[in-house]
């Protein structure tokens, strides 16, 4: 994909929800360093951070009352939030996005490793790599920055997040993906990414930024 169409779709979902804008931001740096931890050659690691900024584009076909509700979502509202995936996929094919890693996170981010994520239920090694390892990332920040549902993290967000990706590992989670991830956060490799933590902080584009902006991005905030 070039990165002008990626840009766009990226800035659709953002303004289909507010929210979105930071968690994408992060969701691409978490991928970029999990897959520099596996020695992944760049090109894949562009492929892959594709992926991830467009991961929930099928969002933008579920209502906005659903996705910005506040409360507890009733069973039927979850299921049309649970299409996200397939609607994506459909976006990715009308848009003739022919890229299979891609495809492969939009349609797969939610399954789980026991079979018993969502839409397709295929589990273990049925899941793409890709997508396995895109749903640690994805949870990681769900546990660790401001929802609409949940404004009461604290401080030992972080912490407790590894601790509950540790404890999905065979159930929810690959264990190579949560050992990979747990190492990059004890060895410090993401502070510079939970700097976005919260989504108050200004987003800097990057959706076509070169290799040189995300090492200059990523040595910024090491060096503080
Ligand atoms: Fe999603």
Redesign the pocket.
Known sequence: MSPEQIQKLVAEIEQKDLSTAAHTWRVVLYTRALLESFNVDREWIALATQAAAL??I??IDIPDRILQKPGRLTDEEFEI?KL??VT?FARMITLKVSEEPIHNVVRF??ERWDGLGYPFQIKGEEIPIGARLFSVI?SFDAMTSVRPYRNDIGDNAAQRAIVELQAGIGTRYWAEGVEAFTELFHTGQLDYILHYFNDDVPIPSFYTAREEEFDAIRNHYKSK
């Open positions: 991961h929930d099928g969002k939030i996200h995936p994506g981010h939610h994805d």
